[in-house]
């Protein structure tokens, strides 16, 4: 009888009404804040999607009469860039491409190997170094670029020497593999970060079973070491491919003209202070730099956080 | 025939002394058990013997061989870790013929072996599975295999029923000292559980703040260095004398 009572119905239903209401607190305040994020992307996808003539003097927030990719056209392969030859940005994707590429695969490749170092094959001084290495990453984009540009210059007169002496420079003063090395070098205390504190926790038995199993130094790296990491490569390739994608300073410092990369060209679209300023060209060329990071969250993301916790708590 | 012999082995971590000078030999075939309390320097004896760690004095040989600045791999030894210690990324196969394709043994060769240790130790089913998949007795299986199947002249045990629960514990202790008794080979094996080490050994050590306490004939260890007994047993000296 008493159980009957106990079950019965007013109190369980004011308990189902509380969360009905605090669930549409929570989705609505959720929807609202996404809103919030998702506004600029739509009013730059629909004024991508707009004629000029509907961009200047219709609404923001109108939908396109008669949505066409004619701008997105004219940004990748028509669009004059600031005073170069080369039409549209498609270039200077390329050049993005080239250089963030191997930045992104040397500088996770170097940091792996640091954080293996550091690790399992300690040396007398081995915090100190980590120290140092981390101190890297609390320096600051502009306080390096004087230095930077010295040790570059030193490259482009050697490059010159060897187009002398042979006739080919090996990359040397070269604009894309100057950058490479700049993001290489600036990425490596934030890699070496990852793939330390990663590793600190990969069970030290595993490197000694290899060890007694006869594999060596780069054996146990490549064999039991980088297999089991999966979840900081992801972590590390998401943060340097963004970073050094987004990067301006650099990109803006030491490349210039046509090897600029995409960013520095997305500037000199927008900011050109020649004819009219076709919004609905510069909105397309936005989508198309910011498109590959938005691709590599998209595919990777979902390990990105499992990554950033792998390592916090045990097993 | 004494076939492992440790001599005035000393082993130092900066000033610390953790092994002060032992003296141990093991007849071949034989079942050594090191024994004591936490801390007393017996996984880094076993570690000193596989290599892993350095030595600063005193010499190790296996045959009359001395070994002591021998890279693990070189000395001819297995070990079995606590936690396995089994590469996740590879199949239970993969695993065990690690240590061959290191030493470049021929795929054809590699794969019989794996086959015929894993037949005596009842894998075969779980070849093509990872680690993960697996259970804690069955992982503790597969390192013993991996183990095995390199045919190593010492086998290491590093506490490697540790991680099981109490009746596997028991099932595992059995199957080791079977598989000591079938295929006569000689090991080294460290724990703290005394029942293990009477049950398992043909000869105790008993280690107490890096020394070595006599080794014994296994009726009498269990008061040795007043490490062991369940509950643990104050010792004191003392004298009789027997009146008439």
Not at chain 1, 4 to 12: C, I, Q, Y
Not at chain 2, 161 to 173: C, E, G, H, P, T
Request: proline fraction near 5%; aromatic fraction near 10%.
């Amino acid at each position: 009888m008493s159980a009957v009572d106990l079950s019965a119905v007013p109190p369980r239903r004011m308990r189902t009404s509380q969360s009905v209401i605090t669930r549409v607190v929570i989705y609505g305040l959720l929807i609202f804040f996404a809103m919030i994020y998702l506004v600029p992307l739509i009013v730059m996808v629909m004024t991508s999607l707009k004629p000029l003539d509907e961009v200047t003097g219709g609404n923001m927030f109108a939908l396109p009469k008669s949505p066409s990719f004619a701008s997105w056209i004219r940004a990748w392969g028509e669009a004059s860039i600031g005073v170069s030859d080369t039409a549209g940005i498609s270039g200077y994707f390329m050049n993005s491409i080239k250089m963030v590429v191997p930045a992104v695969l040397i500088s996770t490749l170097l940091g792996a190997l640091n954080g293996y170092v550091l690790t399992k094959w300690r040396f007398p001084g081995h915090k100190l170094v980590f120290g140092m290495m981390l101190f890297a990453c609390f320096i600051p984009f502009q306080s390096v670029i004087i230095p930077m540009a010295v040790i570059l210059g030193l490259l482009g007169r050697i490059g010159n020497q060897l187009i002398d002496a042979t006739g080919v420079s090996f990359g040397f003063g070269n604009p894309t593999v100057n950058l490479v090395l700049c993001h290489v070098v600036y990425g490596l205390g934030f890699t070496t970060l990852f793939f330390r504190n990663y590793y600190e926790a990969f069970p030290t038995e595993l490197v000694k079973a290899a060890m007694i199993d006869g594999a060596d130094f780069f054996q146990i790296f490549r064999r039991v070491l980088l297999p089991n990491s999966m979840p900081i490569i992801i972590v590390t390739v998401i943060y340097q491919f963004t970073n050094i994608w987004n990067d301006f300073l650099f990109g803006s410092t030491f490349a210039a003209g046509d090897q600029s990369p995409m960013t520095v060209a997305l500037n000199n679209l927008v900011n050109t202070s020649t004819g009219v300023v076709e919004y609905n060209v510069n909105m397309a060329a936005a989508i198309i730099a910011a498109a590959p990071t938005l691709f590599v969250y998209v595919v990777a993301g979902r390990y990105f956080v499992r990554g950033l916790m792998a390592g916090a708590v045990k097993g | 025939m004494v076939f492992l012999e440790i001599k005035r082995l000393r082993k130092r971590f900066g000033t610390l002394e953790v092994l002060k000078g032992i003296d141990l030999s093991l007849e071949k075939g034989g079942f050594l058990v090191l024994i004591g309390p936490s801390g007393c320097g017996k996984s880094t004896l076993l570690g000193t013997i596989a290599g892993l760690e350095s030595i600063s004095a005193g010499e190790i040989r296996i045959e009359g061989q001395q070994i002591n600045d021998l890279h693990p791999s070189k000395r001819d030894i297995a070990m079995v870790f606590q936690s396995y210690a089994l590469y996740p990324n590879m199949t239970v196969a993969e695993n065990m013929a690690f240590g061959m394709e290191m030493r470049g043994v021929p795929k054809a060769e590699r794969e019989k072996a794996v086959a015929e240790v894993a037949k005596t130790l009842q894998l075969e089913h779980l070849l093509k599975r990872r680690p993960s998949q697996l259970s804690g007795g069955q992982r503790q299986r597969v390192a013993m295999g991996r183990a095995l199947v390199r045919k190593p002249r010492v086998f290491l045990f590093d506490e490697p029923l540790s991680n099981l629960d109490a009746k596997l514990r028991v099932d595992m202790r059995v199957e080791i000292k079977r598989l000591h008794q079938r295929t006569g080979a000689t090991i080294v094996y460290v724990t703290h559980d005394q029942i293990e080490a009477m049950t398992l050994a043909t000869q105790i050590a008993v280690l107490k703040d890096g020394e070595l306490q006599e080794p014994r004939d296994r009726r009498e260890t269990a008061p040795a260095g007043g490490a062991a007994g369940c509950p643990h047993q104050r010792l004191r000296s003392g004298r009789y004398q027997v009146s008439n």
